[in-house]
């Protein structure tokens, strides 16, 4: 049983400045997968608990979104739009009455924080946990 206590099951480490950006983003181009707390973070921790590659993740405690880049690829791939990849764009839009109670933002960087997330493996496991499997996933080559 899993508990839906518990906000974290995994030992991320914290970089408790949004800036600078954290390994490997300054060398990459990505894009970005916007995902509400739960049950984004969950799905995260899932991906890691199978040895599935997870990056650093933008976390905005206030608005309880995560911002999770991924492959640059990913932005337009058909999975990508559905799941609303956006381009490179870690800000937070979607409460004008906070728009400046952003400050408080942190990175969540896995143990091993040399990889982008895996986008793929992410929009599987949310399609797979939200029962609206479309056909042929695997087609979402943009790894
Ligand atoms: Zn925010």
């Known amino acids: 049983m899993r508990s839906t206590n518990s906000v974290t099951k995994y030992p991320w480490w914290f970089q408790l400045a949004e ?38 993740v933008l976390c905005c405690p206030r608005h309880r979104w995560l911002y999770v880049p991924v492959a640059p690829e990913c932005l337009h791939s058909p999975v990508g739009e559905r799941l609303g990849v956006r381009g490179r764009d870690l800000s937070c839009p979607f409460d004008t009455r906070h728009r400046a109670g952003c400050d408080d933002r942190l990175w969540l960087l896995p143990a091993d924080p040399r990889y982008l997330t895996d986008f793929p493996a992410l929009a599987d496991r949310m399609y797979r946990v939200r029962r609206s499997a479309p056909p042929r996933l695997a087609a979402a080559a943009c790894a």
């Open 19 to 56: 800036k600078p950006l954290p390994e490997p983003l300054p060398q990459r181009e990505w894009a970005v997968l916007p995902l509400r707390f739960q049950p984004g973070l969950a799905e995260l921790e899932a991906l890691l608990h199978d040895g599935v590659a997870v990056g650093p």
